[in-house]
Structure formats: structure tokens, C-alpha cells
């Protein structure tokens, strides 16, 4: 028993180790340069410092995750909802294949894309102007936060809507025939037996697409017009002009706190639902 014991530990060592290497050990050390001077003693002088120089980014961070993740649940929950209840397969077949599409294109590549796209004298306006529908005075630039939140929702709508159309695809057929044949309309077959059952998913969803734009570097360099600006920007400035690794640490900490916010939000609520706690 002891020879297996120890036969399995030797097994996940190496996971373990490089786990720890590579993961905790800088996860950690950048949270303690958060919080220390150079000689070691604890201080907040980095945060007053991150906080003071950029609590409009925080604040404009904030916002667009929160508005791209209002808008990726909405889009991604219709989206999934007309794969798994429309009655015409060949347009939902199609629909399948295309919203997929952007799971295979990188961040930098949909950044450029889009600053194509959005640009004022860019593909969608000269498409306008070319139809008659604008002239060339009339046309806007969607560069900026509105820019942002576009590429945000376009590039995470597939990963969202594949993870809550797979938790559709695993309810209960029985339960829609049933309430099918007792004269319910999709929409509140949706509302009333599909969506209470799978929102823990959706909050998976969500919470993982708000963690990868956070992270996000490309999207606001690209699209972005300067000031205000989001949080990943700040910390790559902070290094590469300052080499300032603390108060860009510092603003990690504030991007961690975020997330870990809405971990514990969502972990809470799941644990409530079962009765766990």
C-alpha cells in the first residue's frame, strides 16, 4: 500500500514541480513586488501610486469588461438558444459552422481586422458610402472603447456560445417534448426550463472570457486611441518605458482582485444552489 502510495506521488511530481515553477512561483512573486519596496518592507506605496496615476484605466477596464460581458451573455445565449430550438436545421447547420469561425483566429490578427474594419475611412464606411447610404462627412470612426468591446464580443461570441450550446445540447430531451406538448413557446421553454439549469455554465462562461480580456495586450494597443486605456496597456508601459516592475505589479494585483472577485461570486452562488453552504 505504502509502495503505491509513494508510486503515485513520484507520478504527478513533475506536473507538480513545473506547476510550481512556472505558475505559482512568478504568480506569487509578482504579488509580493506588489507589495514591497526593494529592500524587502511592506508597503502600499505601489497601489497609491498605480491607483493615482491610473484609477480612470481601472475604471475604463472595468466598464468595457462589464459591457462586452453583458453583450456576449445576451448574443451568446441567442445564439445557442436558435442552434438548439430553431425547427430549420439547414440555416442552424450554417449558423454552427460560422459562429465558430473566430475560436481560429488569434487576438492580434482579429485587432488588425477590426482597425480595418471600423476605421473612418475603413471597409464598413467606404461599404456605406459606395451603397449611398452615407457620404464621406457622415461617417464615423468606431475606433476607441466602442471598437473595443466589438473585437471583445466578437472574438469570445464563439467560445461562449459553444460551452452554453453544449449545456443545452445535455438537458433532458423529455422536459421540451413535455413542455412542448403542453403548448409552451420556445421563448418560454428558454426563460423557464432551459436557462435555470444551465447558468452555472453561463457564469463559467462569462468569467472565463472577463479573465482573457483582461489579459488581453493586442486589442487596446490596436484599437484603442490612447487615453483612457486598459490595464494590460498600463502595465506594459510601466516596464518597457520605467521599468517600473512594482507599480505594474501593482496593477496585476487590482486585475487579480477583479477576477478573483468574480471567482469567489461565482463559486459562492454554485456552492448556495447546492445547499453546500
Not at 513520484?10 to 509578482?30: D, E, K
Amino acid at each position: 500500500m505504502r509502495s503505491s502510495t509513494s508510486y503515485n506521488l513520484w507520478l504527478i511530481a513533475p506536473a507538480a514541480l513545473m506547476v510550481g515553477l512556472f505558475f505559482l512561483y512568478p504568480l506569487f512573486f509578482s504579488l509580493y513586488s506588489a507589495i514591497t519596496t526593494d529592500e524587502g518592507g511592506l508597503t502600499l506605496a505601489h497601489l497609491e501610486k498605480a491607483f493615482e496615476l491610473y484609477s480612470n484605466d481601472i475604471l475604463f477596464t472595468i466598464i468595457i469588461v462589464l459591457a462586452s460581458v453583458v453583450l456576449l451573455a445576451i448574443l451568446s445565449i441567442s445564439i445557442a438558444a436558435l442552434i438548439t430550438l430553431s425547427p430549420f436545421r439547414s440555416i442552424v447547420s450554417l449558423l454552427g459552422f460560422i459562429y465558430r469561425i473566430p475560436l481560429f483566429i488569434p487576438f492580434i490578427v482579429t485587432a488588425q481586422m477590426m482597425r480595418t474594419f471600423l476605421a473612418k475611412n475603413g471597409l464598413m464606411n467606404n461599404a456605406f458610402i459606395a451603397s449611398g447610404m452615407l457620404t464621406p462627412l457622415e461617417t464615423v470612426s468606431f475606433l476607441g472603447w466602442s471598437g473595443i468591446i466589438i473585437v471583445f464580443v466578437w472574438k469570445q461570441l464563439a467560445f461562449c456560445t459553444l460551452l452554453i450550446t453544449g449545456a443545452m445540447a445535455a438537458l433532458d430531451e423529455s422536459q421540451i417534448r413535455a413542455a412542448r406538448n403542453l403548448g409552451a413557446s420556445r421563448i418560454r421553454i428558454l426563460f423557464q426550463i432551459m436557462l435555470p439549469q444551465i447558468t452555472p455554465t453561463i457564469g463559467v462562461a462569462m468569467i472565463l472570457s472577463t479573465v482573457t480580456i483582461m489579459s488581453v495586450l493586442s486589442v487596446p494597443l490596436m484599437i484603442g486611441t490612447g487615453t483612457p486605456t486598459m490595464m494590460a496597456t498600463d502595465m506594459a508601459f510601466r516596464i518597457n518605458s520605467y521599468g517600473d516592475y512594482h507599480v505594474a505589479n501593482a496593477l496585476g494585483l487590482v486585475s487579480y482582485l477583479i477576477c478573483a472577485g468574480l471567482a469567489w461570486f461565482y463559486l459562492h452562488q454554485s456552492l448556495k444552489e447546492k445547499g453546500a453552504i
